[in-house]
């Protein structure tokens, strides 16, 4: 189930994060905005599968968290990409350090996910959206 849930993550990456015929943030926000969209979709009530399984499963499962690690991995080195462009692009400071704003970036996602479905609502995905572009992207 992971990894059939996971083929859909990686269809919306290749639609934004690695679309090359978009301007790099534009493909960030994208992709932001397709995770709320999904989101939404079930009224903030599922968050995000492989937010679950990190919880849920990674203790009990060695195969499943070694799994979750190469997800994550995979995710974040797409970001990553996105944001090599946008340094690339002059859309972000040059000293940026794209790996380690790109795990940032991903952990902080994850956290606003699992806020907004306790929540149930979609502002702590919208703050950091904000947040990412206003403050941290500048």
């Known amino acids: 189930i992971l990894d059939l849930y996971f083929a859909q993550v ?3 990456i290749e639609k934004t994060l690695r679309d090359d015929s978009l301007p790099p943030l534009d493909r960030l926000r994208a992709w932001l905005d397709l995770q709320i969209r999904f989101l939404k979709k079930a009224e903030m ?4 599968l492989i ?9 009990h499962s060695e195969a499943i968290r070694r799994r979750l690690v190469e997800i994550f991995d995979e995710i974040q080195q797409s970001i990553a990409y996105c944001l090599r462009a946008a340094v ?3 859309q972000v400071r040059p000293a940026t350090n794209y790996d380690e704003l790109a ?7 994850q956290g606003a996910i699992l806020q907004a479905k306790a929540e149930r609502s979609a502002m702590p995905l919208e703050r950091f959206k904000k947040f990412l572009f206003s403050t ?3």
Do not use: H, W
């Open 10 to 12: 990686r269809e919306g």
């Open 45 to 48: 009530r599922n968050g995000c």
């Open 51 to 59: 937010g679950n399984f990190s919880i849920e499963a990674a203790d």
């Open 88 to 90: 690339k692009a002059r």
């Open 103 to 109: 795990s940032f970036l991903y952990s902080s996602l």
């Open 136 to 138: 941290v992207l500048r």
